[in-house]
């Protein structure tokens, strides 16, 4: 009797188990799956997010205060002679921009394609303008 199909098929289960261990773990510490993984974290994360309820609404008084706190905050950072400045002033510039992608998140201002956190100046300045451009004051 021939030992070999079992050993070729036990030697291909533990490599399968150790590439999934793997992808579990890169995504539990990462957020992102190795690509051949990519379609199932996407129906993973879809389908969990399909069962929290849909945020609350926000006032845009509500948002518009909270952009003049942080634009507040960002101009005292840039003034201010502070030890780690430039550590203060991009948190401070981190915050600024979640706030203004949150402010047209909820007013449905159209941002352009791929502005995330951490923008530039111009994009920055776009989206300042977007918001602007719809009636929306800080």
């Known amino acids: 009797m021939s030992y070999l199909p ?6 291909a289960g533990v ?14 510490t990462t ?9 199932l974290s996407d129906r993973w994360e879809a389908w969990r997010d399909s ?3 849909a945020p609350e609404p926000v006032e845009p008084d509500v948002l518009a205060a909270h952009l ?16 780690a400045k430039a550590l203060h002033q ?8 979640d706030g203004l992608l949150r402010a047209c998140r909820e007013l449905g201002v159209p941002v352009a394609e791929g502005v ?10 776009e989206t300042e303008s977007a918001l602007m451009g719809s009636g929306f004051t800080w």
Do not use: I, N
């Not at 188990?17 to 992808?23: C, K, N, S």
């Not at 995330?116 to 300045?125: I, L």
């Open 51 to 53: 069962r929290l309820p």
């Open 68 to 83: 003049r706190r942080l634009s507040e905050q960002l101009r005292t950072v840039t003034e201010s002679a502070r030890p």
């Open 15 to 28: 490599v399968v188990a150790f590439d999934a261990a793997y992808a579990v773990l890169r995504y539990a």
């Open 90 to 97: 991009r948190a401070a510039l981190l915050a600024y921009d």
């Open 6 to 11: 079992l050993y070729v098929a036990a030697t």
């Open 116 to 125: 995330s956190s951490g923008m530039s100046a111009r994009e920055r300045f």
């Open 31 to 39: 957020g992102h799956a190795p690509r051949p993984y990519d379609a």
